[in-house]
């Protein structure tokens, strides 16, 4: 059995700030869901605080959906995404924060892709990028050399496929050496999702995790890992544990949810809910 260090023992005398600062950048017009997703799946894999950043046009819905998450809104397109003049904003709400998840629903306007590419840079705290996060990366990943906080990088085989400028068949059939190679060369952590998620870093560590189910192949199903594993490194895990802990974790949430609806009928939402079950199960795990 694999073995994994989630979270000590909570101690009496503590409060909300021990457990980390997330922020997190998502959203855009019809892609609202990815945003909160990411931020629920972040509060229940422990983080103290979750901040989400997203364009202004959507914030007053978040506040009417996530009770328990800080919304902060943002200059936008005329698009309803986040323009380029959100950036000093951004970089002001990266004070105090322990790390950033961003990318889920974004959207691909120019815009929005000019904003993480000034962004990505400036970051001070670890960060995870996935979805449009990552597709702002494509033609352009020298940005990745430029970053000097840790990161990890979580893609599907397709975003990965782009990427590198290869086909995802040859992806699928070199899925270790692909993840490890380009975590050694960009000397990021690497999460190459699909069926046995490969997590690889800079320092030829891999892992190939077995939770996990087909039903698991559904809208959201990736923020929700976003979420954790940003939810993890503000807590002060290493971006290499944090994000094997994350995929183990999510995918055990998916198996469970599963027994319930069947692979046929698995939505995110279930996966999201199963995670404290998860966690739970993980900590009962031997040492």
């Known amino acids: 059995m ?20 997330l922020l997190i950048i998502a959203g855009s017009v019809g892609m609202s869901g990815a945003a909160f997703l990411a931020s629920e799946a972040a509060l229940r894999s422990g983080c103290g605080l979750v901040t989400l950043g997203l364009h202004e046009s959507l914030n007053i819905i978040a506040e009417k959906k996530l009770t328990e998450v800080i919304t902060k809104p943002l200059p936008e397109t005329k698009q309803k995404s986040l323009s380029k003049e959100a950036l000093s904003k951004i ?6 924060k322990n ?15 000019a904003l993480l590419l000034s962004l990505l840079p400036k970051l001070n705290v670890p960060a995870v990028l996935d979805a449009d996060g990552l597709n702002a990366l494509i033609g352009r990943l020298s ?7 840790p ?25 270790k050496k692909v993840a490890s190679d380009f975590a050694k060369k960009y000397d990021v952590t690497l999460v190459l999702k699909g069926y046995n998620t490969v997590v690889a870093d800079p320092r030829n560590k891999t892992y190939v995790n077995k939770t996990g189910n087909p039903g698991m192949a559904t809208a959201g199903s990736g923020d929700v ?11 002060g895990t290493t971006p290499y544990e ?10 055990l949430a998916g198996d469970l949810a599963a027994k319930e ?12 809910a199963k995670v404290p079950e998860a966690i739970k199960k993980i900590k009962k795990m031997p040492a």
Do not use: C, W
């Open 151 to 175: 990161l990890v990088m979580s893609p599907h085989p397709g975003e990965m496929a782009r990427l590198i400028k290869v086909t995802s068949k040859l992806i699928q059939k070199n899925r």
């Open 91 to 96: 970089i002001e709400l990266l004070k105090k």
């Open 99 to 113: 790390a950033a998840a961003i990318g889920p629903g974004l959207s691909q306007h120019k815009q929005t892709k």
């Open 2 to 21: 694999t073995k994994f260090n989630i979270a000590k023992r909570r101690k009496k005398d503590t409060h909300k700030g021990d457990y980390g600062h």
């Open 143 to 149: 940005i990745i050399k430029k970053i000097k906080s």
């Open 225 to 235: 890992l976003t979420g954790i594993i940003g939810s993890f490194l503000a807590q």
């Open 242 to 251: 944090a994000a094997k802990l994350a995929v183990y974790i999510h995918g």
């Open 261 to 272: 609806t069947g692979e046929v009928s698995l939505i995110a939402g279930d996966i999201l």
